[in-house]
């Protein structure tokens, strides 16, 4: 996973390998007069004896600000990975009362305010999404779920059993918010992507968590009681709460098929089967997106649609390509917000990139681009202060623009053996 730190002009890159000895591998990108490589600054291990494997969700998801990292390996607990200035300061273990994660990602808060979206199976078998705040300094989550983000119950409608689909949690930026005005605008939410729709949760506003807080000290009162029917009063109704469904802030039902994941892949029984979406905005700055690039498993092709009040419009399509796309990425490589160069990016199952000039809704300069024989994946990052993607397979390389076209690097890894 690519991040970035604040005031740094280039993205930093962490792996997580998986079980059964799990680890996190820091690294750091540099260029000598040989080329450009990678080098492993840190080897963190995660491995531990007892713990039962997640089943779900084994993943890293980093806060925008590069200070903070979450780690899920293991049944009922996470590991919270500080960073400073990109580089690896210290961790700890915090207990997740979620035991069947599905999916984590970052609230969209303020600086410095840390609270993780937790998709999970509550004990009823139902897709719950709730947040938790990470309090740093006692280095535990927040035992009662956070206020920021009303807890919610996913209809089955919407959410199929997990076992069958991959779900992705997407965080949707703020709007800037004047404290008279909150009412009137859009104070950030979350996608939940997978299903048979997509589905948009707005965050509470002050009101709102003003009015959860009252309630929650209401019920933490009766539950304090000593009398034994105010006590089961309350374990009712905090039941009852966490049972309910939400109003969701806006929806998109999937006309072809569930979506796997925005970049992943994963089976579905319709005749055209998805193996990769990606709803990135093509402005970094912007928190929203009306361009959604779609690939298709069995065509091994991928399509961009535009989104408008009417629906998703296909603009354009590629032609077959030599194995279906395990990611997909459509991309600005352009600082110059009056001189673009889109591009779009997809990352095969054969260890191959494919990528097009887009322009005027058209796809032009196909180029492929081997790195090997394992599925490629890709990143948008910024390195030297340019709009760059990372793609990986048994080998790794660097896309920007330089000298009036798109570039690749090649990156070599050199891996160093660390104490933890």
Not at 117 to 123: G, N, P, R, S
Not at 184 to 191: I, K, P, Q, S, V
Not at 292 to 299: G, I, L, N, P, Q
Request: aromatic content about 8%; hydrophobic content about 40%.
């Amino acid at each position: 996973m690519a991040y970035n730190t604040n005031g740094s002009t280039r993205s930093n890159l962490l792996i997580l390998l998986g079980h059964p000895d799990p680890e996190l591998v820091f690294l750091a990108y540099s260029e000598n007069s040989y080329g450009s490589q990678l080098t492993a600054t840190k080897q963190l291990s995660l491995y531990e004896r007892t713990p039962r494997p997640a089943e779900f969700f084994t993943d890293i998801v980093v806060h925008p600000s590069g200070k903070v990292a979450v780690v899920s390996c293991y049944v009922g607990k996470l590991r919270i990975v500080k960073l400073k200035a990109g580089n690896y300061e210290e961790d700890f273990d915090v207990v997740l009362r979620e035991l069947n994660l599905l999916g984590l990602e970052f609230l969209p808060l303020q600086e410095d305010e840390y609270a993780l979206a937790i998709l999970h199976i509550d004990c009823q078998e139902r897709v719950q999404l709730l947040s938790r705040d990470i309090l740093l300094e006692d280095l535990e989550l927040s035992s009662s779920p956070s206020i920021v983000l009303t807890p919610t119950v996913i209809s089955n409608k919407v959410v199929p059993y997990p076992d069958e689909i991959t779900l992705k949690l997407f965080p949707v930026q703020p709007q800037s918010v004047d404290s008279d005005v909150e009412e009137d605008c859009f104070l950030g939410g979350l996608l939940v992507i997978g299903g048979r729709k997509i589905v948009m949760y707005e965050l509470a506003s002050s009101q709102g968590q003003a009015k959860q807080r009252s309630k929650r000290r209401r019920l933490e009162k009766k539950k304090k009681s000593i009398d034994a029917a105010d006590v089961e009063e309350a374990r009712i109704k905090e039941k009852e709460r966490e049972g309910r469904a939400r109003k969701v802030h806006g929806s998109v039902v999937w006309p072809w098929s569930e979506v796997t994941a925005e970049n992943g892949v994963g089976p579905n029984a319709h005749p055209l089967e998805i193996s990769a979406v990606s709803c990135a905005p093509l402005d970094p700055v912007k928190p929203y997106t009306n361009r959604v690039v779609v690939s298709y498993w069995e065509t091994r092709t991928v399509e961009i649609f535009a989104i408008e009040p009417r629906g998703l419009i296909s603009e354009v399509k590629t032609p077959p390509l030599p194995a279906f796309a395990k990611s997909v990425l459509l991309h600005d490589f352009s600082l110059d917000k009056d001189n673009h160069h889109y591009y779009l990016l997809a990352g095969l199952s054969d260890g191959t990139v494919a990528y097009f000039s887009w322009k005027d809704k058209k796809l032009s300069d196909s180029i492929i681009v081997p790195l090997g024989h394992i599925p490629v994946s890709l990143s948008a990052c910024k390195i030297d202060g340019k709009q760059s993607v990372f793609a990986a397979s048994n080998r790794a390389t660097v896309f920007s623009w330089e000298k009036k076209r798109l570039h690749n690097s090649p990156i070599m890894l050199r891996v160093k053996t660390y104490s933890v």
